[in-house]
Every structure is written in C-alpha cells, then in structure tokens.
C-alpha cells in the first residue's frame, strides 16, 4: 500500500524566514510525486509533479527536489501569501489514483 | 469554465436522507476521480473513471456510496441512507491522461462540503 508521511504537521515562520517541509514516501514503483497546496475552503491547488530521484522544480519562492525515499518542499524567503497548507501525494505504478499525506501547515507571520 | 466546478459547495443532510454530488470536470479531460478529506486530513481516494468506464471503485467506503459518468463528462457521486460519519469535504479531480505516462497531473475542484445531522 503506498503511504506517505509528512512532517512537521504545522509551521510557523517569520516572513523572510526561509524553511523546508518534508514528505517521506512508500510506494511500489513511483510514477509521480506531487506537490499541492490548498487554501481554507479551497480544494487543492496542482503545484509541481516530480518523476525521478534527482529531479528538482521551482516556482517563485517554492522549490521541490525528490530522492527515492523522500521530497522537499523549501520555502525561500516567504510571505503571508505563502501561509496554506501544502500538501505532498504519490502515485504507484498499476494504479491511478493518488494517496496523500496529512499536509504541512504553514503560517508566515508578517 | 477553465477548471473543475462541483456542486452543490454545500450540503447539510439530516441522518437517512440520500444526496447526489456533482462534478464537471475540465473539457476534454479523460480521467476523473472522487476523493473523500475528513477535517486535518489529507484527501482519500474513492473511485476512478476513464471516460464512461469506472475502473476502480475500491475506495468506496460502503455500498451506500455509488459514482456514475454515463457518457465520460459529468459525473455524479450519490449517498445513500446518509450517516454522521460521510461529513466531510468530497473532492472531485480530473486530469488529461489516460494512464502511464507524462501530463498525469490531477486538478482538483472546489470540493462539497457535507454535514449530515
């Protein structure tokens, strides 16, 4: 069954204070991991899909890297509009579905 | 509209009543998915479409719970004989691909979020 844990659970960060969010993964064969964030009330919002350990992508302040065990999400020099919760999902091989993890919860305070 | 839409966003339904969830997902868009996300948790997968066809409905937490997409656009996710325990916010996905390869990425809707009392 794939898994995927997540950590920490909640954040709290000082706007410019730059920090880094976890996610640790099970899975046999990996065709995708994803990044998501999601917003109160919202659903989530498609951030980045990485492939291959080794593989890194970067959006604005956010930056995803994969290894064959886990992925990173650094968060460079947030802002309040970065506070959500970002959540981290896999997709084996043989299946189409994602399963995710609890989420980061991250507040940056001004 | 360019993204997902689910309706209705919210629903309260009194214990033993059946609702109907509905999804449109992106035009064109072959996969669709359902996903269950209980308050702090990240979203459960439910069940999958390509076009018309359910190809994995493992997800589905009981016979009470039933999807359809008759002809592989719209899709429906019905409740039956509703219980305290489905509140939650279901979650209907879509993505480009059929399955293997690149572009697989799912795009989420909106989400309706359910109370049953």
């Known amino acids: 069954e794939d898994q995927v844990t997540q950590s920490p659970e909640a954040l709290r960060l000082q706007e410019g204070e730059s920090s880094s969010l976890n996610c640790s993964y099970t899975v046999s064969g990996l065709r995708g991991l994803f990044w998501y964030r999601q917003d109160p009330g919202k659903g989530p919002e498609f951030l980045f899909t990485l492939y291959s350990a080794g593989e890194e992508k970067e959006k604005e302040r956010l930056k995803a890297t994969l290894t064959k065990k886990e992925s990173f999400l650094h968060i460079t020099a947030p802002k309040p509009e970065d506070s959500a919760t970002y959540l981290c999902a896999v997709q084996g091989y043989g299946n189409n579905r994602l399963a995710f993890g609890k989420g980061n919860q991250v507040v940056v305070i001004p | 509209g360019a993204g997902v839409s689910q309706s209705p966003r919210y629903k309260v339904a009194k214990r033993g009543q059946d609702v109907a969830l509905r999804c449109d997902p992106i035009s064109g868009h072959v996969s669709l998915f359902w996903y269950q996300q209980a308050l702090g948790q990240g979203p459960e997968f439910l069940t999958y479409?390509?076009?018309?066809?359910?190809?994995?409905k493992s997800g589905l937490p009981s016979d009470r719970f039933f999807a359809e997409r008759p002809e592989g656009s719209v899709s429906t996710l019905k409740i039956q004989r509703t219980q305290q325990e489905d509140s939650a916010v279901y979650l209907c996905?879509?993505?480009?691909?059929?399955?293997?390869?690149?572009?697989?990425?799912?795009?989420f809707g909106p989400g309706t979020r359910l109370t049953v009392l």
């Open positions: 996905a879509s993505s480009h691909a059929q399955g293997g390869g690149l572009n697989n990425e799912q795009f």
């Open positions: 479409f390509q076009n018309e066809a359910q190809l994995d």
